[in-house]
């Protein structure tokens, strides 16, 4: 799913690219992706864009007259700028957004089709869609620590959760987590006045960090290749490779949809998490420690 980074070069580059310019046509191929009705998705065509807005993991696309069109792309969704009239493409193809300079379109990869648009009039609708989480750059250290233990969760959970912090999700969290060097199971009201700076540091560092190395990558063309996975990462993503702080073994905990990455030195003090699916097949075999991962796939190797 686009987090704070993704989401900020996308906001940049559609002003670039949009602001100003009036939207000719809306072609929409699946039915499912408008969630909204009243007004018709027709009452923008023929008006400019205005302007832009994130709010959490949304984009909205700012009109006259208060009508705002809010995308939340979920997990595959994608914006592709293409030559005007370009089509709306194979199976996953959402729509297209017609403007005199080009087209934009939306595609969602994969057989779920979870991303959504809305279109609503009056500023007062927006409230709705607003999951209350604080924004990271806005807020003082003061204010992050009472969000955090607002209530006594795992770090991986707080973070994620977009009712307590926005923008921030399985990528980033990895990530931030791994800066600070905090276990991502440490509960958050265990946490020392320390741990709690360290980790609102390495947050804003981490958001800022990528957004730069995105916004360079990208530079004045518009941003065609979105992914949660970056070679430069240093731990989402890299489950089986070296942490490049200490040279141990990345480790995971794997979920339903999504995995959580962390190294053991840096993270747990050398302990190995146990992970849902694996721990439970070996039981009383699964490694604690370390070591006794790093001997287990020495055995498994023979």
């Given at each position: ?22 939207l ?9 992706l408008l ?5 018709p ?7 400019q ?33 293409k ?5 709306i ?36 609708r927006?409230?709705?869609?607003d999951?209350?989480?604080?924004e ?27 009712s ?16 600070a ?14 741990q ?14 990528w957004?730069?190395?995105l ?67 070996l ?16 055995k498994?190797?023979?």
């Amino acid at each position: 799913m686009p987090e704070y980074p993704d989401i900020t070069i996308y906001i940049e580059r559609l002003e670039a690219f949009l602001i100003g310019q009036t939207l000719q046509d809306v072609r929409i191929k699946h039915p499912f992706l408008l969630r909204t009705f009243d007004p018709p998705i027709g009452s923008i065509k023929g008006k400019q864009i205005i302007g832009f807005r994130l709010m959490g993991k949304r984009i909205i696309f700012i009109f006259p007259d208060e009508y705002f069109l809010i995308f939340h792309l979920m997990v595959a969704g994608r914006f592709h700028w293409k030559e005007k009239g370009a089509k709306i493409t194979g199976k996953i193809g959402l729509a297209a957004f017609d403007f005199p300079n080009g087209t934009l379109l939306l595609n969602e990869a994969g057989s779920k089709k979870r991303a959504s648009l809305h279109l609503i009039k009056g500023k007062d609708r927006l409230a709705y869609f607003d999951r209350g989480g604080l924004e990271i750059f806005e807020i003082s250290l003061a204010e992050f620590h009472e969000r955090l233990v607002f209530e006594n969760h795992t770090l991986k959970r707080v973070l994620t959760d977009p009712s307590m912090f926005s923008g921030i999700g399985n990528a980033y969290s990895d990530e931030i987590l791994h800066r600070a060097k905090l276990s991502p199971v440490l509960l958050s009201r265990k946490m020392s006045n320390d741990q709690i700076e360290k980790l609102f540091d390495a947050a804003k560092v981490v958001l800022n960090e990528w957004t730069e190395k995105l916004r360079k990558e990208t530079g004045e063309n518009f941003p065609e290749k979105v992914t949660a996975f970056h070679e430069n990462m240093a731990v989402h993503g890299k489950f089986g490779k070296v942490c490049p702080e200490c040279g141990t073994t990345v480790q995971r905990i794997r979920y339903v949809s999504n995995e959580t990455n962390y190294c053991p030195k840096c993270q747990t003090g050398g302990k190995i998490l146990a992970d849902r699916s694996l721990s439970r097949l070996l039981k009383s075999d699964w490694p604690k420690s370390i070591e006794a991962m790093e001997e287990m796939n020495i055995k498994m190797k023979k």
